[in-house]
T-cell receptor
Framework: AQSVTQLGSHVSVSEGALVLLRCNYSSSVPPYLFWYVQYPNQGLQLLLKYTTGATLVKGINGFEAEFKKSETSFHLTKPSAHMSDAAEYFCAVSASDSSYKLIFGSGTRLLVRP | AAGVIQSPRHLIKEKRETATLKCYPIPRHDTVYWYQQGPGQDPQFLISFYEKMQSDKGSIPDRFSAQQFSDYHSELNMSSLELGDSALYFC?????????????FGPGTRLTVL
């Protein structure tokens, strides 16, 4: 079975500051990890994913995440926040023993202050 | 590029009525996932289909049923609607139910039960 924990339901940063959204996972088999972004009243858009190989994954809009097996973490970062980054971010885990369905964390709302 | 289509986008029903949500996957995608996102909550997996067969089942009430048709579109049928069924229902499609290919999400159907 898999699960995801996102620390911090709300994160507030100033425009131009570092963005760090935390995600820890639990999985009994090698996990596949994802970050999705959701803008108000819209669907889910994939930011990046880790399946195998390089543990530092680069995604769209300048985001990246690092898979750390020893820490069971997959934190999302962006060096410089932009106002347009304000949205809800979901970390998700999937695995081969569960039809590859996505198990989502509770989400983190990113607020960007001018 | 073609995306996942969901219809209707908005639906308002009374308690105890029925509703049918439709999902048209990206062409050539053979796998469909349904997720339910309650107000302020993370998406929860309901059910999935691969090559017209149910591949996995999550926290889907017995009042709900779903199927995938020969053209790969899917329908989620909901009966005896309750107030708690009010949510955003997402459909996602992917290629190959036995692999970790990316799930592409539709814009969702917002169901309101009065």
């Amino acid at each position: 079975a898999q699960s995801v924990t996102q620390l911090g339901s709300h994160v507030s940063v100033s425009e131009g500051a570092l963005v760090l959204l935390r995600c820890n996972y639990s999985s009994s088999v090698p996990p596949y990890l994802f970050w999705y972004v959701q803008y108000p009243n819209q669907g889910l858009q994939l930011l990046l994913k880790y399946t195998t190989g390089a543990t530092l994954v680069k995604g769209i809009n300048g985001f990246e995440a690092e898979f750390k097996k020893s820490e069971t973490s997959f934190h999302l970062t962006k060096p410089s926040a932009h106002m347009s980054d304000a949205a809800e971010y979901f970390c998700a885990v999937s695995a081969s023993d569960s039809s590859y369905k996505l198990i989502f964390g509770s989400g983190t709302r990113l607020l960007v202050r001018p | 590029a073609a995306g996942v289509i969901q219809s209707p986008r908005h639906l308002i029903k009374e308690k105890r009525e029925t509703a049918t949500l439709k999902c048209y996957p990206i062409p050539r995608h053979d796998t469909v996932y349904w997720y339910q996102q309650g107000p302020g909550q993370d998406p929860q997996f309901l059910i999935s289909f691969y090559e017209k067969m149910q591949s996995d089942k999550g926290s889907i009430p017995d009042r709900f049923s779903a199927q995938q048709f020969s053209d790969y579109h899917s329908e989620l049928n909901m009966s005896s609607l309750e107030l708690g069924d009010s949510a955003l229902y997402f459909c996602a499609s992917s290629l190959g139910g036995g692999s970790i290919n990316e799930q592409f999400f539709g814009p969702g159907t917002r169901l309101t039960v009065l």
